[in-house]
């Protein structure tokens, strides 16, 4: 099994409604990050988790929330979806103590958000 | 303009070429620089990881990062059709998250 889990892994949905993406891992990090993949754009940062009770924007969070809900499932949700929220969403986790590290990100396969 | 800029490509060389992929960035307090790899429907792995200026080498890759002109390079020896992929350049300073490159996508011909 993977160490990072994202589910769905392909969603289609209509503008205006709830999505709501899990990731769920067994690495036992404590770090967590949800990041958006767009054609020559990159990955972006959306939102990221260093515990459960320590949630930080990234760089485009505006439309997304997120859930900690245990040390091993972070969620990501759109409360109501546009089409310009159509992409690849990468969950991520990392184990780092004290600051960012080595930067080793550890990514899920993704899931493959289209809305319409 | 994108603090981190990389030619989308995609690139295309015969096996057993050596393959050069570059990145150029603008924020000169960047200190940790790292190249990731993506295969078709896959998240991305850590490749390699280089800390200021200099090279590192494992195997058939070699990094290296040149801070005075801005500018991180990846070279891939010997190139095999296992090496397609896309690869972004990551970078970040010492208080902030990683910044990615777009990514270049890599086809090498058997």
């Known amino acids: 099994d993977a160490d990072v889990t994202q589910t769905p892994r392909n969603r289609i949905t209509k503008t205006g409604k709830r999505i709501m993406l899990e990731c769920s891992q067994t690495?036992?990090?404590?770090?967590m990050y949800w990041y958006r993949q767009d054609p020559g754009l990159g990955l972006q940062l959306i939102y990221y988790?260093?515990?459960?009770?320590d949630i930080n924007k990234g760089e485009i969070s505006d439309g997304y929330s997120v859930s900690r809900q245990a040390q091993a499932k972070f969620s990501l949700s759109l409360e109501s979806a546009i089409p310009n929220q159509t992409a690849l969403y990468f969950c991520?986790?990392?184990?780092?103590?004290?600051?960012w590290g080595t930067g080793e990100l550890f990514f899920g396969e993704g899931s493959r958000l289209t809305v319409l | 303009q994108k603090e981190v800029e990389q030619d989308p490509g995609p690139l295309s060389v015969p096996e057993g070429a050596i393959v050069s992929l570059n990145c150029t960035y603008s924020?000169?307090?960047?200190?940790?620089f790292m190249w990731y790899r993506q295969y078709s429907r896959k998240g991305p792995e850590l490749l390699m990881y280089?800390?200021?200026?200099g090279n590192k080498e494992d195997g058939r890759f070699t990094a290296q990062v040149d801070k005075s002109s801005k500018y991180i390079s990846l070279f891939i020896r010997d190139s095999q059709p296992s090496d397609s992929a896309t690869y972004l350049c990551?970078?970040?300073?010492?208080?902030?998250?990683?910044?990615f490159g777009s990514g270049t996508r890599l086809q090498v011909q058997p």
């Open positions: 991520a986790t990392s184990d780092t103590p004290g600051g």
């Open positions: 924020n000169s307090a960047f200190q940790y």
């Open positions: 990551a970078m970040r300073t010492g208080r902030r998250a990683l910044t």
């Open positions: 280089t800390y200021s200026s």
């Open positions: 988790s260093f515990d459960v009770k």
């Open positions: 690495k036992g990090h404590d770090r």
